[in-house]
């Protein structure tokens, strides 16, 4: 008996080597892999603070997935204004943007200029785009909790194409490799945080029903607040076309 009993836990050891073995690759993949809609539609409530003001906006979300591994979303304003902003995502490169104003003009959003507030919050049209987990190189820097999880935590870099943050570092929870977390570093220093709330499966998809991004220094943040959501519903190409968004 004594015998197995040492054996087993000899296994058990080195079950347990094997997952702390884990590279951040191999993590990031795991979250990766997890379940996506094929398109989707929600309308979100987004909250602006700053200053001691909470500025309230609303707009509807309209995502779809494509060929190659790339897709398109657009964001249009339901008050107070008419803005709208449709991103494609591209494998292996930066993604096109393109920025609908009030007045109807339209202008492209470019790469070096994916460091701006979107509408005046504490996300950058560069929190917009897609992460591409080949764009960037990772490294695991150790176990952590965040929103009240116990996460890995992973240390990302982009490799590929303009560079908004020297670093990203992703808060992955254990139970289920979802990303919880996300803080963002510009210049070296630390600039502010997203984190993911009240996540629920829905359709096998696991969602987060609030989202927040956070100054580092505590001097303002954006809510976004997830009113109504459907998955894997129809919706015509022809929206995502950047003629549409005149």
């Not at 200053?51 to 609303?58: C, D, N, R």
């Amino acid at each position: 008996m004594k015998g197995k009993t040492v054996l087993f836990c000899l296994l058990a050891l080195l079950l347990c080597q094997s997952v702390y073995a884990m590279t951040g690759r191999e993590i990031m993949e795991k979250s990766d892999a997890l379940l996506d809609p094929d398109t989707a539609k929600s309308k979100i409530l987004m909250l602006i603070h700053k200053g001691g003001k909470v500025i309230e906006k609303e707009f509807t979300l309209q995502m779809k997935q494509f060929d190659n591994d790339e897709d398109k979303a657009l964001i249009s304003f339901i008050r107070p204004t008419k803005i709208k902003l449709l991103t494609h995502s591209h494998k292996g490169k930066d993604d096109d943007q393109w920025l609908r104003l009030s007045s109807g003009k339209v202008k492209r959003i470019v790469s070096s200029g994916r460091d701006k507030p979107f509408v005046n919050s504490h996300f950058y049209y560069e929190d917009l785009t897609s992460i591409d987990i080949d764009d960037y190189a990772y490294k695991l820097l150790g176990e952590d909790k965040a929103v009240g999880e116990d996460c890995y935590k992973v240390e990302g870099v982009k490799q590929i194409g303009e560079k908004v943050y020297d670093k990203v570092i992703f808060y992955v929870r254990k139970s289920d490799y979802f990303v919880v977390r996300v803080d963002f570093f510009k210049k070296g220093k630390f600039l502010k945080f997203l984190e993911n709330y009240h996540i629920k499966t829905i359709d096998g998809i696991l969602t987060p029903y609030k989202l927040k991004m956070e100054l580092a220094n505590g001097k303002g943040k954006t809510e976004l607040v997830l009113k109504g959501l459907k998955y894997n519903i129809d919706i015509d190409n022809a929206k995502f076309r950047k003629e549409a968004l005149r």
